[in-house]
């Protein structure tokens, strides 16, 4: 679904996803970390079209720094 709004919008799309946990509001933690990182995903992001990309809940100064880093 995403890629298609690439096709359908002359707007650059923009993701800022989280770190693929999930927030357990009953105990008040961060569960289930998801074994893609967002350093790892990016590229395949990027290749499809996304054009900016950068980080929500749980992603920190030193994932937004590989990130950088990778899709240099």
Not at 6 to 29: E, M
Not at 42 to 60: L, N
């Amino acid at each position: 679904m995403t890629y298609r709004l690439i096709a359908l919008s002359a707007k650059p799309l923009i993701l800022y996803p989280n770190s693929g946990r999930q927030y357990d509001t009953v105990h008040k933690v961060w569960i289930n970390q998801e074994d893609t990182s967002l350093v790892e995903a990016a590229p395949h992001w990027k290749e499809k079209g996304v054009k900016i990309i950068g980080g929500c809940c749980q992603v920190g100064p030193r994932e937004i720094k590989e990130l950088g880093t990778t899709l240099k």
